[in-house]
């Protein structure tokens, strides 16, 4: 009896060693014996784990199971659980549902797609055309639409012009009222709500268009933006043509109109663009006329041809 009591103490003991293991001579089956000391063989579910010795230690939990080593940790998860091990050495980059990125190469043109908006990349209400003029600053300057477009219609009536003239065919007339009389016809970059957003990626503006009389493009900023620069803006300026006219208009061509002591740096001003503005301005009691056919970013314009 007192041998048989023996034996089973050697075979548990062996069967424990067997187990564990010896990290400094043990190999995986599927390899050459050339094992790493981190490596671990893998636990099955079902199999028994050996209890607390000096080599290893097992702790068990609903959802894990952690083997604990000298010179190694792993973690092996079920599953219904997995989480990502966090590592100290590296960092998680978050994707933000508030992230703007624009189309870069953004091109609206009235003579093939008849649409009255500008696709930008901005949400559902961005892109839009409407007017505006300078009646909020006293002024009585306006945009004059041909007299077939219905303008008391619900909505907005360059849906109509644009189907019917391929493109903006618009007047402006200069009312008093105003120091600097001005009307002109815009779209917002991102949303209705004229949201600033980087349009560094467009290289600038692109233009078909003709026009009896210069007028400027606008880059509209997000309110507050770069306080120190007022109500000024950064304008590219765009010369009378009788005949229609394709011409790139790069950033380095705008200007701001701040006059002398205020001098912003237009990568800070390209960062917030809200609304792009086509803006004309006169003298009170004069009037002009323009089409524009294409906007977008530049080379756009040179790049698509006519549907006939």
């Known amino acids: 009896m007192?041998?048989?009591?023996?034996?089973?103490?050697?075979?548990?003991?062996?069967?424990?060693?067997?187990?564990?293991?010896?990290?400094?001579?043990?190999?995986?089956?599927e390899t050459s014996g050339n094992e790493s000391s981190s490596s671990v063989e893998e636990v099955s579910s079902s199999s028994e784990l050996p209890p607390d010795t000096a080599c290893c230690k097992v702790k068990e939990s609903s959802s894990s199971v952690?083997?604990?080593?000298?010179?190694?940790?792993?973690?092996?998860e079920?599953?219904?659980?997995?989480?990502?091990?966090?590592?100290?050495?590296?960092?998680v980059v978050e994707s933000s549902s508030s992230a703007k990125l624009i189309i870069g190469n953004m091109l609206w043109d009235g003579f093939s797609n008849r649409s009255e908006k500008v696709l930008t990349g901005g949400d559902e209400t961005s892109g839009y055309w409407?007017?505006?003029?300078?009646?909020?600053?006293?002024?009585s300057s306006t945009i004059e639409f041909?007299?077939?477009?219905?303008?008391?219609?619900?909505?907005?009536?360059?849906?109509?012009?644009i189907e019917k003239y391929r493109g903006i065919q618009l007047g402006v007339a200069f009312g008093s009222g105003f120091e600097k009389p001005y009307a002109g016809v815009a779209f917002n970059v991102w949303s209705e709500e004229q949201e600033g957003v980087n349009v560094y990626p467009w290289g600038g503006l692109c233009l078909e268009y003709k026009s009896s009389i210069d007028f400027e493009i606008?880059?509209?900023l997000e309110n507050g933006a770069i306080p120190t620069m007022g109500s000024c803006s950064f304008v590219a300026s765009v010369p009378a043509s009788t005949s229609e006219k394709v011409s790139d208009f790069v950033w380095e061509k705008f200007?701001?109109?701040?006059?002398?002591g205020v001098s912003p740096d237009?990568?800070?001003?390209?960062?917030?663009?809200?609304?792009?503005?086509?803006?004309?301005?006169?003298?009170?009691?004069?009037t002009g006329d323009f089409f524009i056919e294409r906007i977008g970013a530049v080379g756009m314009c040179h790049d698509m041809m006519p549907a006939l």
């Open 266 to 286: 237009i990568m800070d001003v390209l960062k917030k663009v809200a609304t792009v503005k086509l803006k004309f301005k006169g003298d009170a009691g004069t």
């Open 218 to 220: 606008e880059l509209g």
């Open 130 to 139: 409407y007017e505006f003029n300078d009646n909020s600053e006293g002024g």
């Open 78 to 91: 079920s599953s219904s659980s997995a989480v990502a091990p966090k590592s100290s050495s590296s960092s």
């Open 66 to 76: 952690v083997l604990v080593s000298s010179s190694s940790a792993v973690v092996l």
């Open 146 to 161: 041909p007299s077939d477009v219905d303008t008391h219609i619900d909505g907005s009536p360059f849906s109509d012009l």
């Open 2 to 29: 007192k041998r048989l009591f023996v034996g089973c103490i050697a075979l548990s003991f062996a069967a424990m060693l067997a187990a564990c293991g010896d990290d400094s001579s043990s190999t995986s089956p």
């Open 255 to 260: 200007k701001n109109n701040c006059g002398a």
